[in-house]
């Protein structure tokens, strides 16, 4: 986050009309530009368009000769896109496992079978422990938090810091016995942006925890999203637990969703042999095998390692404008108010914005009353409850750029409106306190 310098409510008052005059001109415009969702663009998805055309009639055999149409063949996925995969996880192939088209549903299988069976290392399922509980780090992803309420499972929210989650945090809340593990979004996460540094990742694999059968959910699904020409180095996870003597600690999830296409991507799970092995045994039981079609057509289009991140080449230059315009816009509107501060990702798909606390539903409704749609918010905090509501999360992929440009001056100046109508608000009420 840029920081914030102190604000100045006599200026922000004596601005109150012209923001309101704006605001309302702008009302009239009827604008309708959404950057709630955090989906590619359709130029984003065109970039993939030859995919729908593999692997092509008679082309259904991978290298070692099994039939991608039919039933059989290996249920870990096929072993090209998982060898295509090995270098962008830094782990072997054997340690990869290709899935369907959605990395959070293998996420979700992973904790609904640890719920139900335990995992390598579990004395008993976690469904059988008093109040299972989940770190997480907030703000973070809606969707980790809604498969843990849906589970019953209690979400023990812990601060962003630039290099992670607040380790000291997470170290006292994971010697609880009954907290079974963190989400992680450790490349760009979501909403924040942040990457986890080396130290955070080792604490991570090191910790001692209450449960011998804690779990890192490691959601790396924006590990090749860079948004800068240098990108970070990912961290093998995997590898760090194992030399702390945790060797199964880690889960790592990862997808093409938003390499290739959305609905149409393969998610990848990558852990310990003993995890693999716990993992396949029960998906076996769960159906007859992955899209392997699907799979085969990923090897196809994007070749090798190098292929995909020329790929993610192309990504970056329809993506890297859009974030420059939001960023552009909010330091336009908003620097120096002391109102706000904002990320500055390298990578993924999101900008996250600390308004004044107590500032953000409001400035979301002003924002959506000048033709902006904007993630609701409080959605980036467990149960949708931002405590401090102050977090807005914009998503700047998917509107072409002209709708972004002019959607991030509607939000600047929504933000500073909110921030305006409540310090007025605060020092009427300070008056008549006097
Ligand atoms: N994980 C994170 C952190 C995300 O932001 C998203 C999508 O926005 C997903 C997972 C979804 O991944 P998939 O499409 O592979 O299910």
Known sequence: ??????????????????????????????????????????????????????????????????????????????????????????????????????????????????????????????????????????????????????????????????????????????????????????????????????????????????????????????????????????????????????????????????ITLASAGVGFFASSPANVAWYLARDGKRGVGPDKLNQLRHVRFLKDADGLRDHMEKQRALLAPKFAAVLDGLSRRLAGTGVASWSNPLGGYFISIEALPGTARRAVELAQEAGVTLTVAGSTWPHGKDPQDSNIRIAPSYAPLADVKAAADIIGLSILLAAAETLLTNNARNKVAE
Request: charged residues 20%; contains cysteine; proline residues 8%.
């Open 1 to 258: 986050m840029a920081a914030s310098t102190v604000t100045d409510p006599v200026l922000l008052r004596s601005r109150l009309d012209s923001l309101r005059a704006e605001h309302a001109a702008l009302k009239q415009r009827g604008l309708q530009l959404n950057i709630a969702r955090g989906k590619p663009s359709e130029e984003q998805l065109a970039l993939s368009d030859a995919i729908l055309s593999l692997p092509g009639p008679g082309d259904w055999k991978t290298e070692a000769g099994e039939d991608v149409r039919n039933y059989g063949g290996d249920p870990q996925g096929v072993p090209e896109l998982r060898a295509l995969m090995s270098p962008i996880l830094d782990l072997p192939a054997s340690q990869i496992v290709a899935g369907g088209n959605s990395s959070l549903a293998m996420m979700h299988d992973c904790l609904v079978w640890a719920l139900l069976k335990g995992v390598p290392g579990s004395t008993e399922p976690w469904s059988r422990v008093e109040k299972p509980a989940f770190i997480c780090p907030a703000p973070g992803y809606e969707k980790h938090h809604t498969m843990c309420v849906e589970y019953g499972i209690e979400l023990l929210p812990v601060a962003v810091t630039p290099t992670g989650p607040d380790m000291d945090a997470v170290e006292a809340l994971a010697a609880d016995p009954r907290v079974k593990g963190i989400w992680c979004v450790p490349t760009y996460a979501n909403p924040t942006g942040e990457t986890y540094s080396d130290e955070t990742a080792r604490r991570l694999a090191a910790m001692k925890t209450g449960a011998p059968d804690f779990r890192l959910f490691w959601d790396d699904a924006y590990l090749v999203h860079h948004l800068s020409g240098n990108g970070v180095t990912r961290t093998n996870i995997v590898a760090l637990c194992a030399a702390a003597g945790h060797p199964d600690r880690a889960f790592v999830f990862a997808s093409t969703s938003k």
